[in-house]
């Protein structure tokens, strides 16, 4: 940028990963860095953008919503727009992480990278196509999606112009990072012709990527960052026998939100159970129950006594259990216990 331009100012949309970016180094170089945000942006995105210098505008559900927001401010205020993935320079700089790579990492035969518009991908298949073929070298590069926006898939593969248009793209993903309805289509013609396939993964697997690499890496990622391993996970086949290099990109994930899917996890591998039991409404027979549990080593974490809006008879009544478990076949062995002891009882919930 010249010296007008920069008297001008920025501005961009991001879900908060390149919004923090630009208001970091637009302070750093006394740019004023305009930035608008999804209305459901994490909210350690926001306020991160916000305590370097950034200004920060909510509007919409998806970056594609901001869009317009965006156009508005930077007519009013003679702002240059700087573009998550849509643009050459952030391109060839998010392409170093493909020279890294190859710096670091002496061989592989694969490389798994989110994508959202495509600017990450694009840029590091583009500098190892450049590096590798140099060394006579090949590597699978493999891209990632949230199923719910499957963009980048569509576009390469042509299935937008068979009825699946962008109207039906969108929803509530964990993997904000890469939810973009309307990728770069220069960064599309790249990942045509360079990137070997791409994998579209439910919300499910993209938790249990979050999870996984928390509870086995120590490395905190959000749903994006986590989305390489989440593939590896979904499809172990695809991957099973080669050196596989991981993208992980973005560790803000909203605490709260964290919190979430590692409880979540923990009812899907069994370590947590939401148990049902059958009573008689009489003294002592709480006691009872949570008696057996304990005995079997399980801990009861909440318990609700319900008599008047469920289906039992007057002088029955329901306990809702929720307790820490060790494993599906540890929650199978407490539902035994109470059955043997004359209790009607069974899992609310299911992750199997």
Known sequence: MNADERKRGVIAVSAGNHAQALAYHAGRLGIEARVVMPINAPYAKVSRTQSFGGKVEQCGETLDDCMEKMRELQTKHNLIFVSPYDDAMV???????????????????????????????????????????????????IGVEAALYPTMHQLVNRTAAQGKSNASI?????????????????????????????????????????ACLLENGRVLAEGAGAAPLAAILAHPQRFRGKRVVLVICGANIDTRLLSSVLTRQMAHN???????????????????????????????????????????????????????????????????????????????????
């Open 91 to 141: 391109v060839a700089g998010q392409g170093t992480v493909g020279l890294e790579i190859v710096e670091d990492v002496p061989e592989f035969d694969c490389v798994v990278v989110p994508i959202g518009g495509g600017g990450l991908i694009a840029g590091i298949a583009t500098a190892l196509e450049a590096k590798l073929g140099e060394q006579n070298k090949k590597a699978d590069i």
């Open 270 to 352: 069994g370590a947590m159970a939401h148990i049902g039991v059958s009573i008689s409404d009489q003294p002592g027979v709480l006691a009872r129950v949570a008696s057996i549990f304990g005995e079997a080593g399980a801990n009861i974490v909440e318990v609700s006594h319900k008599r008047l809006f469920e289906s039992c008879a007057a002088k029955e009544a329901e306990l809702d259990i929720i307790a820490e478990t060790k494993s599906k076949e540890h929650i199978q062995e407490v539902l035994t216990n109470l059955r043997a002891q004359g209790f009607r009882a069974g899992r609310l919930h299911k992750f199997d």
């Open 170 to 210: 969108g929803g509530q993903t964990i993997a904000e990072g890469i939810a973009v309805k309307q990728p770069g289509a220069s960064n599309a013609e790249i990942v045509k012709r360079l990137v070997d396939d791409i994998l579209l993964l439910d919300e499910i697997a993209l938790e249990r990527g979050i």
